[in-house]
């Protein structure tokens, strides 16, 4: 069944937040910080609100008369001691703290107006030092961002037992230690954040491209104008890509509200890719020290990792999560470690804050595992994937060294699958040929475990319409993945009727009670479960109904394919033809509530853990260091397969984003005036269509028995299965050069360098 959703994506009838502005929307603009780190003297807005078309402007000063708060963090981190949470303002105040900082408001008749009268406001700063490094702002001597966070120091985390690692590497007859850096990037949508907001009869409707309705109401309501959650109505049209990125509360959103209260008029606002650069999240930015302990025979005893999460200037939203929480759950990745201790520093610096990004955590915690384990193969002169067979989990359920409880998993056979299916037998051939050509050929493996849960619990509904068409509501969010295809293909399933009859309901605080959105790669086994158990009340309210107008007994029915039978006389009734006698009550049977329709909440903290084998072969010219990704082959495990063609395009896509992190992507500032340098797609290398060779994909099916349907999430792995394996074929083709180490991203000039200063 291909996707519903592409007949109105592919033929441009997709309806995003710019197509939806209404005509009579007043537009907006933003005045950002052009320094890192300064002080704000004073603001001058005479000229802008003088100009033509001008509405209104707002600064800080105005939002903190309205009484409007900051910001929340609402991430839940057991840290040593209280985290450091500074005021973000939605408007800055008395100093900003990275460039694109948010600093004015101009509300005017069209968008060119607005932007003409921002460049008419004057500021005046006195510029401070920046500190843009996450190390660097933890030494001594570091600019200060926050008085309450001295040393820049906004938590210190740890998660493991220290004294059953510390016995590991006492035990150890081998160690291996790395300096890692993940590198800083943006998640890069498609389509930039925007949104509009009205406001009448006292209630708030904001219309926007996002991910989590709920969660943002929640904050917008709560903590920023301290006004009930029923005060707000959000909900999200399509959806061009988020990948995290768009989940959060965002000072613009905020500042189109207040504009719309104040104006009684709709406000839009739509961002420019350059504002998404400096002004939305970025993501990674991970660096520190990593080993791991082998006993003579090459088992793994114990892993110990102390590493420096950046946070950039503020606390985002699930920010402090990212570094802690998420990057436990995955760290030691598919294999028995009995000790693994991880300890977090949180820094601030004068960048963009750092949030959630496809796989949030995991990409971190397996690049880390994956590259200390490929560095304990080559120090022991050990096959790179039979060390990693011989340490794979294989005995279930399993519980990892920081506590996760895994069901099930077929983490080494993956590898036995990959070798074939990688030809590795005749990569000695292939490197053969590419040195006759001059080129330097490298195989890359390496596996990955996702822990996929995102946010716990989860809502649903079944609702069968007027119009003869069945709404399945729910919680969860589709910003690309296809969720229009595969909750019809579960509902047609269990309720035997055709996929075509089912609707999608989704992303809009006023036809869902209640979600937790995008993020985690929850949507099927999260939101999938509660659905089911939804449908479930549904099928248990038909059969009663069904009993009773047949004069039988409930059990003596049978159902299948839409409708139920009593084989002893033949009768049957279909699920259409109760949907409409469940309206009339006169045909109900004493103290059924009119309707079959039916709603659910999964209260489940389940994970599952979709686990893979990747391998990777590039070719380097060692002329020029430029590589070429020439085969990538996957073997992954998700569970069942609602939809085997879904799962492959998300595991590609996610493999296309990790395999960019690991040869192109990077944000970068510039040390000192901490000034961003890629700000913009001249700057900012996002891969190609001609970087990227067939991405084939191998699915193993071992579905888990934590949710009804038996599925694993898929949306976060591809990003979280490709940087090790990637750097690894390149180190692998490097390595007879006399280069052992690199970091990502590995560009043409970073090789080049490594293999110039290597001789």
Not at 470 to 486: C, F, K, P, R
Not at 632 to 648: C, E, H, K, N, Q
Not at 673 to 694: H, K, N, V
């Amino acid at each position: 069944m291909s996707r519903r959703e592409d007949q109105r994506f592919l033929t441009g009838k997709g309806r995003y937040l710019a197509d939806l502005i209404p005509g009579d929307a007043l537009h907006a603009a933003v005045l950002r910080s052009p320094h890192a780190h300064a002080r704000i003297l004073s603001i001058e807005t005479e000229a802008a609100r003088a100009m033509p078309g001008v509405r209104l402007v707002l600064t800080g000063a105005e939002l903190a008369e309205e009484g409007l708060g900051p910001l929340p963090c609402p991430a839940q981190v057991a840290t040593l001691a209280p985290i450091i949470i500074p005021a973000r303002h939605v408007l800055a105040r008395d100093a900003v703290k990275h460039v694109g900082e948010c600093v004015a408001f101009v509300v005017a008749e069209t968008a060119a107006q607005a932007r003409d009268a921002v460049e008419a406001i004057l500021v005046e700063y006195e510029t401070l030092d920046a500190v843009v490094e996450s190390r660097a702002a933890l030494a001594p001597g570091a600019p200060q961002l926050w008085p309450e966070a001295p040393g820049n120091i906004a938590f210190r985390f740890e998660r493991g037992d220290r004294a059953a690692m510390e016995a590991g590497f006492a035990a150890a007859a081998h160690v291996v230690e790395l300096d890692l850096i993940n590198n800083r990037v943006h998640a890069v949508p498609m389509e930039p954040r925007g949104a509009v907001a009205r406001y009448e009869d006292g209630r708030f409707d904001l219309l926007f491209s996002g991910m989590g309705v709920h969660n943002i109401r929640r904050q917008l309501a709560n903590a920023v104008f301290r006004l009930p959650e029923d005060a707000f109505r959000l909900h999200c049209p399509d959806v061009g890509g988020g990948f995290g990125a768009k989940n959060f509360l965002f000072p613009e959103y905020v500042c189109l509200l207040s504009a719309a209260r104040r104006l009684g008029t709709p406000v839009a606002w739509v961002g420019e890719a350059t504002e998404e650069f400096t002004a939305s999240v970025h993501a990674r930015d991970y660096r520190g020290t990593a080993k791991l302990a082998l006993d003579a025979e090459g088992r793994f005893l114990a892993l110990h990792a102390r590493m420096v999460g950046d946070l950039g200037a503020y606390c985002s939203a699930n920010g402090p999560a990212c570094p802690t929480n998420s990057v436990s759950t995955a760290i030691g990745g598919i294999y028995a470690i009995p000790a693994i201790f991880l300890e977090v520093t949180g820094a601030f610096t004068n960048t963009l804050p750092v949030d959630a990004y496809r796989g949030a955590g995991k990409p971190e915690a397996n690049y880390l595992t994956e590259r200390l384990v490929e560095a304990a193969a080559r120090h022991l002169g050990r096959d790179a994937v039979e060390i990693r067979r011989v340490n794979a989990i294989a005995a279930f359920p399993y519980r990892s060294a920081t506590g996760m409880l895994m069901d099930c998993g077929r983490f080494g056979d993956n590898f036995a699958d990959l070798e074939a299916l990688a030809d590795r037998a005749g990569f000695a051939a292939r490197r053969a040929e590419s040195e006759a050509r001059g080129k330097l050929r490298g195989l890359g493996i390496a596996g990955f475990l996702e822990t996929s849960r995102g946010a716990p619990h989860e809502w649903a509904a079944v609702r069968f319409a007027p119009d003869g068409m069945v709404d399945l509501a729910i919680g969860t969010q589709s910003n690309g993945q296809g969720h229009e295809t595969s909750f019809p293909r579960i509902a047609a399933r269990q309720l035997g009727l055709p996929a075509e009859r089912f609707r999608l309901v989704q992303a809009d605080t006023a036809q869902v009670a209640f979600g937790n959105g995008h993020g985690g790669a929850r949507s099927l086994h999260v939101g999938g479960t509660a659905l089911v158990m939804a449908m479930e009340q549904v099928l248990e309210k038909a059969r009663a109904l069904a009993a009773h107008l047949l004069q039988a007994a409930p059990e003596a029915l049978v159902f299948a394919e839409g409708r139920f039978t009593l084989p002893a006389t033949g009768q049957e009734m279909g699920l259409e033809a109760l949907a409409t006698a469940a309206r009339d009550p006169a045909l109900l049977p004493e103290g059924m509530i009119p309707g079959l329709d039916a709603e659910a909440k999964n209260l489940s903290e389940l994970v599952t853990f979709p686990a893979g084998a990747h391998a990777a072969e590039v070719e380097v010219d060692p002329e020029t260091g430029q590589i070429a990704l020439l085969r990538y082959r996957a073997v992954d495990d998700y569970g069942r397969l609602i939809d085997p063609v879904l799962t492959t395009g998300q595991v590609q896509g996610g493999l296309a984003q990790g395999i960019g992190q690991a040869l192109l992507e990077e944000v970068a500032y510039e040390a000192g005036s901490g000034q961003i340098l890629s700000a913009s797609f001249m700057d900012y290398a996002l891969p190609r269509a001609e970087d990227l060779p067939d991405l084939d994909i191998t699915l193993r099916e071992l579905p888990t028995a934590s949710n009804p349907l038996g599925v694993k999430g898929v949306g976060q792995a591809g990003a979280i299965g490709a940087p090790q394996t990637v750097v690894h074929a390149v180190l692998d083709a490097l390595r007879p050069r006399g280069v052992t180490h690199l970091d990502m991203p590995l560009t043409a000039e970073r090789v080049w360098r490594a293999l110039q200063a290597a001789g």
